[in-house]
């Protein structure tokens, strides 16, 4: 075999194992590295192990209905995977990396599986599974976030973003202020990041959107 085949090979592995360990569905792991169910079903699942069953998400029916910590997760995720794809990270490299960057910051359980996160890059992108662009990403003309819309919305002058929308609630909901003192871990982590947001509010030239946290060193 001749030593690109071989690297690539090497690469689909690798990516495949990535994949696997993130919990995705053979159905991802096939699109993502072009390696057969088949071989994939062989290779990295067992009776012990068993691949995950059930119907693949798919983002865009959900997530018009999909309440507003998943839509907020939802946009990190995405924003991330677009800000590798700028630095110019190959597609699965940079799903894989943005993934892991939001399972990092958000504590467990994530309500972005690693199939939607799949979905949704697909969908915002257009490759993969994803003939043409369904989402963008945008940046709220109020708190300066950005975060997944999908393409066609009303702007966020007429309508919140969904970190508006958090914000707004978490200052008059009297059920999401208790929450936040006993702590659900992952609203805490979203308050804290929020925070850059929340004394930005009424200063036009906040510019400290959410998703603009510190990004980890990429490994090679
Ligand atoms: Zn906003």
């Given at each position: 075999m001749p030593s690109t085949k071989i690297n690539q090979r090497m690469r689909a592995l690798a990516l495949a194992r990535d994949c696997a360990s993130l919990g995705a569905r053979v159905r991802t792991i096939h699109h993502i590295t072009g390696m057969r169910p088949r071989e994939l079903l062989n290779l990295l699942f067992s009776s012990r192990t068993p691949p995950p069953r059930g119907r693949a998400p798919d983002t865009r029916e959900w997530y018009h209905n999909a309440n507003l910590l998943y839509r907020i997760e939802a946009s990190i995720v995405t924003a991330n995977f677009l800000r590798m794809r700028r630095m110019g990270f190959q597609a699965p490299e940079a799903l894989i990396a943005a993934y892991r960057y939001y399972q990092s910051v958000c504590q467990?359980?994530?309500?972005?599986s690693f199939d939607r996160a799949f979905d949704l890059a697909a969908h915002t992108e257009g490759l993969w599974i994803a003939k043409s662009p369904s989402f963008h990403l945008v940046s709220c003309l109020r708190c300066g976030s950005e975060f997944l819309d999908a393409i066609g919305s009303a702007s966020t002058a007429v309508r919140p973003c969904p970190f508006c929308q958090l914000l707004e609630r978490h200052g008059r909901d009297p059920r999401l202020a208790t929450s936040v003192v006993d702590a659900p871990p992952l609203f805490e982590d979203l308050v804290v990041h929020l925070s850059p947001v929340l004394t930005a509010t009424?200063?036009?030239?906040?510019?400290?959107?959410?998703?603009?946290?510190p990004f980890p060193p990429v490994k090679h």
């Open positions: 467990p359980p994530s309500r972005i009424g200063d036009a030239d906040g510019d400290t959107p959410f998703t603009s946290l």
